[in-house]
C-alpha cells in the first residue's frame, strides 16, 4: 500500500515559478510509475505529467517545456517544477501512484491517489 502526501501549492502571479512535492510511503516506491494530475472547477480531472521508474518522463502539450517532473527515490518523493506559470494552470494538483514500471495518461490506471494541492496563478 502507498500513500501519498502533496505539498508546495499556493498563489503565485502569471510567470511566477512553483514546485510540487509528492512524498510516498512505503518500501517499493522505485517500482512504481508516478504521474501528476490536476482538475479545475468544472473540469474532468487531466494529465500532467508521468515518469517512470528509470526516470523517462512525458508531458501533456499544455505544460511542455515550462513544467518538469523528477523523482528521487532514496527520499521516496516525486517533484514537479513549474515554471512560467498561467492562469489556465489553477487547478488543484494531484499526484499518483501506479504499482507498474511504465506511466500512462489514463487517471484510472493509477491505483493511489494523494490529497491534492491547490495551486492558484493570478493575471
Known amino acids: 500500500q502507498v500513500q501519498l502526501v502533496e505539498s508546495g501549492g499556493g498563489l503565485v502571479q502569471a510567470g511566477g515559478s512553483l514546485r510540487l512535492s509528492c512524498a510516498a510511503s512505503g518500501r517499493t516506491f522505485s517500482s512504481y510509475a508516478m504521474g501528476w494530475f490536476r482538475q479545475a472547477p468544472g473540469k474532468e480531472r487531466e494529465f500532467v505529467a508521468g515518469i517512470n521508474s528509470s526516470g523517462n518522463s512525458i508531458y501533456a502539450d499544455s505544460v511542455k517545456g515550462r513544467f518538469t517532473i523528477s523523482r528521487d527515490n532514496a527520499k521516496n518523493t516525486v517533484y514537479l517544477q513549474m515554471n512560467s506559470l498561467k492562469p489556465e494552470d489553477t487547478a488543484v494538483y494531484y499526484c499518483?501512484?501506479?504499482?507498474?514500471?511504465?506511466?500512462?495518461?489514463?487517471?484510472?490506471?493509477?491505483?493511489?491517489w494523494g490529497q491534492g494541492t491547490q495551486v492558484t496563478v493570478s493575471s
Open positions: 499518483a501512484a501506479r504499482s507498474s514500471l511504465y506511466y500512462t495518461t489514463t487517471p484510472a490506471l493509477y491505483g493511489h
